[in-house]
């Protein structure tokens, strides 16, 4: 116990050095991704909605069920709070740092499976992917309270607000750059496939769901 309160010392007093902007680095893209992957689902339920949920006959585009809307988008919060409540117990028990690599593996695997949502109805697609958004939430969870831990254990106690800022500004560059990703693929398959406006079926071409 000593020695780990000898090293905390000796951090809170350090000069900045280049393993403090690196360490700003590896725990700010831990921000940037939780913001990127809890925001970006946002931008496309009205995709989905229209590709999955559009009845033929129909004179308006399809939107997702209140139910489903909000089970899509509120999984991931639910897989956050038991993921926090985990994580922070275990990385305690273990080790942070180790913790921390977990969550990032989680989050990348997750996300992939999102993006592969599968099943042979609208029903099945959208029950895979409040399954693989849970687990995604799950590690999001784990990875926002780890990455601000880790960086105010590495920084000193002059420069600790001004690190923990620039980490927690990455929240708002993950939201921003989801957002961007969205607008230019939606541009692109916009350009490459055309759709009939007119008609509500056909107001979303089968190619468009490569976009999410």
Same mark, same amino acid.
Request: some cysteine; glycine content about 10%; overall charge positive.
């Given at each position: ?9 000796? &951090? ?11 360490? !700003? ?14 925001? %970006?689902?946002?931008? !496309?339920?009205? +995709? +989905? ?10 004179? *308006? ?11 899509? %988008?509120?999984?991931?919060?639910? =897989? ?9 117990? +275990? ?6 740092? *180790? ?12 996300? +992939? ?6 099943? *042979? ?7 895979? &992917? ?27 106690? /002059?420069? /600790? ?12 560059? =993950? ?20 759709? %009939?406006? %007119? ?14």
């Amino acid at each position: 116990m000593s020695s780990q309160l000898k090293v905390l010392s000796a &951090l809170d007093v350090a000069e900045t050095q280049w393993y403090h902007f690196t360490a !700003i680095l590896i725990a700010g893209m831990g921000i940037f991704t939780d913001a990127y992957d809890f925001f %970006n689902l946002a931008n !496309i339920t009205r +995709l +989905l909605g229209r590709i999955y949920y559009t009845r033929e006959g129909s004179t *308006k585009p399809g939107t997702l069920p209140l139910g489903v809307n909000s089970a899509v %988008n509120g999984v991931d919060l639910i =897989g956050a709070l038991i993921g926090q409540l985990f994580f922070g117990w +275990l990385g305690d028990k273990i080790g942070r740092k *180790k913790v921390y690599g977990v969550t990032l593996i989680l989050m990348v695997v997750s996300s +992939l499976a999102s993006a592969l949502s599968f099943g *042979k109805s609208a029903k099945g697609v959208m029950t895979t &992917l409040c399954f693989f958004r849970f687990w995604l939430g799950f590690g999001i969870g784990g990875d926002y309270p780890l990455s601000a831990t880790i960086m105010s254990e590495y920084a000193n106690k /002059r420069t /600790r607000g001004a690190f923990m800022a620039a980490v927690f500004a990455m929240q708002g560059f =993950g939201i921003l750059f989801s957002s961007l990703v969205s607008l230019i693929v939606s541009a692109a398959f916009y350009r490459s496939y055309e759709a %009939n406006k %007119n008609i509500a079926i056909a107001s979303v071409v089968p190619q468009a769901d490569y976009v999410w």
